[in-house]
T-cell receptor, first 112, second 115 residues
């Protein structure tokens, strides 16, 4: 059973635009929601994470928005750059030290 | 964050053989996990490597196929046994440090192809 659903599967955004990736979860016990960025040939790198006690977290150009009642969270990349072209995974866990359940991934391409 | 080294980085193996993948961390970690990422797919947890005791396997993964060791707080191995082409994947080690809610960091993985 896929517990974390991610959309879209792929996304093309013009340089300088806003990239938005959405995730929805089913298990209400999840309390830690990280986003990972993966470049070809590399392991996933932690980008930003949020807990359900806040509705938004911002780090530089990256923002997570969290809607606990809807069981949804999203990643916004402002002023998207070609270097942001990568695959992005949302994930969820019960406690930050515990195993992660990953979304299906979004391949983001930023075009000039 | 910890520096995570996986060996080998890639390998091509014959079906029916076994391969052991190593995960070495440059500092002591609390938790170590092994994930599988099939080509173009997401990550699926294989097991949690427990220090000094048997690993905890997820549904669909068994110890006979994926034996795991974790002899200390900085090292773990995953063996892929009796390999078939369906085992062609990227195998990733991840770790967390400290207590409480800590982020999980990944190595660059082992790219395994079975002929």
């Amino acid at each position: 059973q896929q517990q974390v659903k991610q959309s879209p599967q792929s996304l093309i955004v013009q340089k300088g635009g806003i990239s938005i990736i959405n995730c929805a979860y089913e298990n209400t016990a999840f309390d830690y929601f990280p986003w990972y960025q993966q470049f070809p040939g590399k392991g996933p790198a932690l980008l930003i994470a949020i807990r359900p006690d806040v509705s938004e977290k911002k780090e530089g150009r990256f923002t997570i928005s969290f809607n606990k009642s809807a069981k949804q969270f999203s990643l916004h990349i402002m002023d998207s750059q070609p270097g942001d072209s990568a695959t992005y995974f949302c994930a969820a866990s019960i406690g930050g030290n515990e195993k992660l359940t990953f979304g299906t991934g979004t391949r983001l391409t930023i075009i000039p | 964050s910890a520096v995570i080294s996986q060996k080998p980085s890639r390998d091509i193996c014959q079906r029916g053989t076994s391969l052991t993948i190593q995960c070495q961390v440059d500092s002591q970690v609390t938790m170590m996990f092994w994930y599988r990422q099939q080509p173009g797919q997401s990550l699926t947890l294989i097991a949690t490597a427990n220090q000094g005791s048997e690993a905890t396997y997820e549904s669909g993964f068994v110890i006979d196929k994926f034996p795991i060791s974790r002899p200390n707080l900085t090292f773990s191995t995953l063996t892929v046994s009796n390999m078939s082409p369906e085992d062609s994947s990227i195998y990733l080690c991840s770790v967390t440090q400290g207590s409480g809610n800590q982020p999980q960091h990944f190595g660059d993985g082992t790219r395994l192809s079975i002929l």
